[in-house]
Antibody, heavy 118, light 107 residues
Framework: QVQLQESGPGLVKPSGTLSLTCAVS?????????WSWVRQPPGKGLEWIGEIYHSGTTNYNPSLKSRVTISVDKSKNQFSLKLSSVTAADTAVYYC???????????WGQGTMVTVSS | DIQMTQSPSSLSASVGDRVTITCRASQGISNYLAWYQQKPGKVPKLLIY???TLQSGVPSRFSGSGSGTDFTLTISSLQPEDIATYYC?????????FGGGTKVEIK
């Protein structure tokens, strides 16, 4: 049973960089899946941030592309998110999720709340 | 980029009612459409993929239909445990956009 677990600081200062990691357990990150990040501001809807394949190929939300970097560490079976120049608008619950090739997000992490504040 | 528009944004229905939520894509996406259920304070859960295929373990009162640009999620008989916000999502190609959500409440 594949499980995903997000980790990282819960508080980030404005203009700083948000960094999160998603650890994959119960399966290999090198399997036939893309791996995504999704966020949800308090009281609002879901926003897709971007995705990565184990080869390192990435796709990003155009609205965030200039600030986002997603990377994969196959040796640690995990992938990571970096979001730079954060503002209060980046305050959200951040989820990682698995997307089998040509399919929907079938497994999600529990989510981690990140607050941008000084 | 393709936009996903859900309607209504919220609805109130009685237990046992048939509930229908629609999702419209601004361009055709074939059947690369998923529906998720998110209960308050919980993680989104995949209900339906490929527009009409029920994810394993999802009650049969949920069903999906549509192709191209117009899609529907139907709950045949609303149950108290179905109180949640429902999201559609396109996944044919990036960006993998979500709809704005439909909040379902009990009348």
């Amino acid at each position: 049973q594949v499980q995903l677990q997000e980790s990282g600081p819960g508080l980030v200062k404005p203009s700083g960089t948000l960094s999160l990691t998603c650890a994959v357990s119960g399966g290999s990150i090198s399997s036939s899946n893309w791996w995504s990040w999704v966020r949800q501001p308090p009281g609002k809807g879901l926003e897709w941030i971007g995705e990565i394949y184990h080869s390192g190929t990435t796709n990003y939300n155009p609205s965030l592309k200039s600030r986002v970097t997603i990377s994969v560490d196959k040796s640690k079976n995990q992938f990571s998110l970096k979001l730079s120049s954060v503002t209060a608008a980046d305050t959200a619950v951040y989820y990682c999720a698995r997307e089998p090739v040509n399919n929907a997000f079938d497994i999600w992490g529990q989510g981690t709340m990140v607050t941008v504040s000084s | 980029d393709i936009q996903m528009t859900q309607s209504p944004s919220s609805l109130s229905a009685s237990v046992g009612d048939r509930v229908t939520i629609t999702c419209r894509a601004s361009q055709g996406i074939s059947n690369y459409l998923a529906w998720y259920q998110q209960k308050p304070g919980k993680v989104p859960k995949l209900l339906i993929y490929a527009a009409s295929t029920l994810q394993s373990g999802v009650p049969s009162r949920f069903s999906g239909s549509g192709s191209g640009t117009d899609f529907t999620l139907t709950i045949s008989s609303l149950q108290p445990e179905d109180i949640a916000t429902y999201y559609c999502q396109k996944y044919n190609s990036a960006p993998l956009t979500f709809g704005g959500g439909t909040k379902v409440e009990i009348k």
